[in-house]
């Protein structure tokens, strides 16, 4: 039950070209691990998307895979391409873009210190990233409850409290409302 | 009295057999196994406790270091970004007698501003070490306190008090400006009466931080005191 | 004996006049350089309570002998510029040991300090130091020439190299300074000042953004404090040496102070009115222009 404030926010991103929740000039393309590379060389060179603007993964444990995306944009014809790659969560490793554009040495140092995926020949892939003397799993990966390795690790001060401000508001105020949203 | 940290070997005659056993023990030198060239770089003696001077020199002294704060101008996090409206027209710190120095030597205020990650732990241990006496720390935000907004981070530290002494907190995230005034005045009240000896509690309870220190911070290649 | 006495009581009340009141010229420069920024600043006060909090610190740390000597050949170079310069003409009280050939020794003096700095902050280890004393010795030699040679045409000009008597010879009237005689040496001069002061554009010895205050980097505790008294010291004597070489010098305290005043007020001007030059910049700075003046005020001179 949307108020008319949300229905005319919602006409003014349709008309913007939004489609779904992506700008409508975006593309994104399903490429195979093995292929990907290849397809890529083949959207830097014939293609003239020539700029690696980033590389990153998301972790989708239910599916037990990372998918992994690299945006590149064309400055001709000023579009945005995402290129995405599914690999399995287990021995997570993947051919290395660094001959393509040497700035993606480093978002593959990042993505193996904090995903574990490998690039093997990539260089400095091993050297650690942000953190220093890090022994445990990659700590972005979501099995990783980093809730819990605090509470171990870091000496938690006890008596911690959090006040929501809403509902701290709520008792002040109008204790006996009910919720109107 | 004033002590050089380098005549602590001569001062450990008159204690005990067995802490002599306990400091040769732990004065195994930490440059043991390291380059001619290296060796150098690392410094292998323990801290030692300096007394406060007595009745009205020590008032006096106090007194003398209360009107003039001198801070590191070492921005740990993101409280930094609280120093800089202090440092102009508006807020004014110089009226205090605070001055921002860029060397750990010669400033004897350390900032922690906000979270404090594994990484600048190390940094900040460091540094604090690397202060002279008698040295103060404020701990600015909650996140000095109980780790605030970052509570559950596995990069940052939830109490900076495991690991070096603090004299007073500013809670907030972050505290204004006139926060962070009024914990300076509080720090000021403090040296004055005299509680502020961050200085001699680190040294007396060396072992439990240092204990705390290399818990966290796994790639240890620092000495264990870095004067 | 007795005349011993005297001059050693003179000396010392002298040195004792001229410490605080570079300690309170320092502190109220401050002050007005906060009212010009809008806000109220440190107290005038605030350099001896700084001194003093320095001298109590509880630790220190000795890198070696000359280290523990570099604060104090600084304090000589201060004390042996300001003692053998009169500071106010005529007073028996702070002639101090002026004696003809003595603007050589001072310029030697200035020089001096310096180097016992480099010496110190040598030994200390910290990469930053002997980077600051580089730039701040090669600093100091390019800005010697313009004012060596403004030094030169004042003594062709008066035939001296005594300072009481280039003083002697600038009473009687305003007209009669070198300011007036022989503005050439007094640009040049005032020029080398600015330099000598390490104040913008030429306080890359000292950059604090830089290289951490550059060779007093790891100076700390009484170190510090020593370093600071000379600082007081070292900011009079080079104040009242160029009040009495280029603005007829002073017959009483009270004229010295105005003047000094005056004079320390030019440079702070100009510090915060410029960014700071390169070393190399401020090196071709020095021998272009302001060598060129001064070699125009000697061959005036000789002519």
Redesign the interface.
Known sequence: MATERQERTMQEVNDSGLVGDRPAGLKFVHVEADQAVAYITRLRDVQGYTHLVFFTAIDYIEDSLFRLTYMVHNYDSRQDMGVQVDIPRQGASMESIHHLWPHAATYQRELKEMFGIDFPGSPGVDDSF???????IS?MRRE?D??Q???Q?????PG?VTHDTAAYMKENLYPSEAETW | MKESNMDGLQSTATETEQQLEDMAKEMRLANDGLSEQDKGYFCDVRPHRVEPYKGIMESFANWARSQSLWILGFGTGCGAIELRPLMTSRFDMYRYGIQARPTPRQSCVFIIGGYASVKTLKRIVRSYEQMQGPKFVLGLGSCTVNGGMYWDSYNTINRIDQYIPVDVYIAGCMPRPEALLGGFIKLKQMIREGKCEGMNKYIDDFDWYKANQKQIIHDWNMPDYNW | MNVIMTKAWYTLISLFVITNYGLLLGGTMARVRAKVQGRIGQPVWQPYIDILKNNFKRTGIYHGVMFYLGPVFRLAGGLGTYLFIPAVYGSLVFSNFSFSGDLLLVMYFIFFGQLGMALGAGQSGHPYSPLGVSRGLAQMTAFEVPFALSVIAIAAQYQTLSITEIVAAQQGGMLNWVAFTNPLAMVAGMISFLGMSMGNPFSVVIAPQEIPIGPPTEMQSSFLGMLQTNRAIFNGAKLVLFMNLYFGGATNIGVMVVKTFLIYLYTVIVDASFPRFRTDQSIRFFLGIPALIGIAAVVLQML
Do not use: M, N, Q
Request: charged share 25%; no cysteine.
């Open positions: 942000i953190l220093e003397g890090w022994t445990g700590p990783f980093t809730r390795y605090s509470e690790t870091y000496f938690p001060r911690r």
